[in-house]
């Protein structure tokens, strides 16, 4: 119960630590490699309509905005179906998409959170490839959890992965 209670402290504490009434502006951009592709689909959240196309020019893309929080968004391709998971957060976001493998080859040059996320991911992914038995993939992912729990990628991975494991 203790541990319950807290990861929950943590959890809001650390949303309200997030949460900013002044917005902050963000700029995705990067390279994408592989198929050619003339634009992206950049899902501001993941309600359906909210995605923002951002066009390709030779393999270079760049989108702005402003937002008053951080959070968790997609980038991808509309036909595969394949999205690659990133943070919004304040200043640049710098990704290399690969349209080939998204999640397996793509990666975050800047952005913080960003890159903490996808080191998580693939971590993730890593596991479960891996042929692990049931009980260490389990605590191999709840280890994955505990080592972000003090930053933004463990309020992420909380909200995927914590109910269960």
């Known amino acids: 119960m203790k541990k319950i209670f807290y990861i929950l402290f943590l959890l809001v504490t650390v ?8 917005s902050f502006e963000f700029k995705i951009k990067g390279k994408l490699t592989g198929k050619n592709y003339e634009k992206l689909y950049f899902l501001k959240s993941l309600r359906n309509g909210d995605e923002v196309i951002i ?3 030779d ?31 304040p200043g640049e976001i710098d990704i290399e998409l690969y349209a080939d493998s998204i999640l397996r080859k793509s990666r975050i040059i800047r952005g913080k959170n960003s890159i903490a996320l996808e080191k998580a991911i693939k971590q993730y992914i890593e596991y479960m490839d891996s042929g692990l ?7 191999s992912i709840v280890q994955l959890i ?20």
């Open 146 to 165: 505990n080592r972000n729990k003090d930053n933004y990628t463990g309020i992420i991975l909380l909200n995927m992965m914590g109910r269960e494991y």
């Open 55 to 57: 066009p390709v020019e």
């Open 59 to 89: 393999g270079i893309f760049e989108y702005s905005g402003h937002s008053s929080q951080m959070y968790f968004s997609l980038i991808g391709f509309d036909d595969s179906g394949d999205y690659f998971p990133f943070v919004i957060e």
């Open 15 to 22: 949303i309200s630590c997030t949460h900013s009434s002044e």
């Open 133 to 139: 038995e049931d009980k260490v993939l389990r605590d």
